[in-house]
């Protein structure tokens, strides 16, 4: 069996409450520091072989620190980039104010070159699988994004990539995650 340790990045330094998307110079909070750090000694019993991250200051940061654990540096991997959206740099309430996961369903959201659903969930399940494949039999973390996390767990669980279905999963905190475990060609995905 492969397992993957999915996780968000811990909390970051805002910036007069603007969403960041793919921008970059939002780096880890000291709080976001400290609850990687609590983190790290959760995991440190497994027998982590490799770190993959996005390559955004919050994510990799948090991916050094869990790196660092193991003996490990992090392997950047484009893939588990944040959500390729026309609300990068807006303020926060702004999606909400869109429609929640609605907003990729808006004709705004499009027209703006705004990734859909199916792309984010398509490229983040494309690296998990070579992932699983790769390190066969082993423990990895994987260290992303809330949305992209969050699509991923649906594709896993079987859940319909719309708004509505998407809805109904509880959102990924700082610093939470998922654990996937791949076995004979089937994924099964839970929370940790």
Same mark, same amino acid.
């Given at each position: ?76 991997? *484009?893939? #588990?980039? &944040?959500?390729? +959206? ?5 303020? =926060?309430? $702004?999606?909400?104010?869109?429609? /929640? ?13 705004? *990734?859909? #659903?199916? &792309?984010?969930? +398509? ?5 998990? =699988?070579? $992932?699983?494949?790769?390190?066969? /039999? ?55």
């Amino acid at each position: 069996m492969t397992t993957i340790y999915l996780l968000r990045h811990g909390q970051y330094e805002t910036h007069d409450g603007i969403l960041p998307y793919r921008l970059s110079d939002f780096h880890l909070s000291q709080k976001g520091k400290e609850d990687v750090h609590e983190l790290a000694t959760k995991l440190s019993s497994k027998p982590i072989v490799a770190v993959y991250t996005s390559p955004l200051e919050r994510t990799f940061e948090t991916a050094i620190i869990l790196a660092k654990s193991f003996g490990l540096t992090p392997i950047i991997d *484009e893939r #588990l980039l &944040e959500v390729r +959206s026309p609300a990068q740099g807006e303020k =926060e309430g $702004f999606v909400e104010e869109k429609g /929640g996961w609605g907003i990729y369903e808006t004709e705004w959201y499009k027209d703006h070159d705004g *990734e859909s #659903l199916i &792309e984010i969930a +398509s490229r983040m399940k494309e690296a998990m =699988e070579e $992932f699983a494949l790769k390190h066969e /039999g082993k423990e990895i973390i994987v260290v992303s994004h809330g949305d992209p996390l969050m699509l991923l767990k649906a594709v896993y669980q079987g859940i319909a990539l719309t708004p509505e279905a998407l809805s109904i999963i509880p959102y990924i905190p700082m610093v939470g995650g998922y654990k996937i475990d791949f076995d004979d060609g089937k994924a099964t995905i839970q929370s940790l």
